[in-house]
Nanobody, 123 residues
Framework: QLQLVESGGGLVQAGDSLRLSCAAS????????MGWLRQAPGKEREFVAA????????YYADSVKGRFTISRDNAKSTVYLQMDSLKPEDTAVYYC????????????????WGQGTQVTVSS
C-alpha cells in the first residue's frame, strides 16, 4: 500500500508558478504509476497529469499541456507537479494518486489517494 501526502499548494496570481510535491511512504513506490487529479468546487474530479512507474511515459490533460510538468524521484519516493502560467481556472484541490493498471485519465484507475492540497489562482 501507499500513503501519500501532498504539499506546495497556496494562493498565487495568474501567470505565477507553483510546484506541488507528493511524498509517498509504504512499499514499492517505484511499482506504481502516479498521477495528479484536481477537483474544483461543484465539479467532478478531473485528470491533470500522470507518469509511469519508470518516469519514461507522461500524460497530460489538454487543458494543462505545455504549462504543467509531472516528474518523479523514485529514490525520494516523491512525485512533483510543476505548474507554470497558472490561470484562475486552475483553482482546485489537487490530489496525488497511485495506480497499477487502468486508464490513467480516469479517477477510477487510481487505488491510493492523498488528502489533497488547495491551489487558488487569483485574476
Amino acid at each position: 500500500q501507499l500513503q501519500l501526502v501532498e504539499s506546495g499548494g497556496g494562493l498565487v496570481q495568474a501567470g505565477d508558478s507553483l510546484r506541488l510535491s507528493c511524498a509517498a511512504s509504504g512499499r514499492n513506490f517505484d511499482s506504481y504509476g502516479m498521477g495528479w487529479l484536481r477537483q474544483a468546487p461543484g465539479k467532478e474530479r478531473e485528470f491533470v497529469a500522470a507518469i509511469s512507474w519508470s518516469g519514461d511515459s507522461t500524460y497530460y490533460a489538454d487543458s494543462v499541456k505545455g504549462r504543467f510538468t509531472i516528474s518523479r524521484d523514485n529514490a525520494k519516493s516523491t512525485v512533483y507537479l510543476q505548474m507554470d502560467s497558472l490561470k484562475p481556472e486552475d483553482t482546485a484541490v489537487y490530489y496525488c494518486a497511485g495506480y497499477v493498471n487502468g486508464e490513467v485519465t480516469t479517477a477510477k484507475a487510481y487505488d491510493y489517494w492523498g488528502q489533497g492540497t488547495q491551489v487558488t489562482v487569483s485574476s
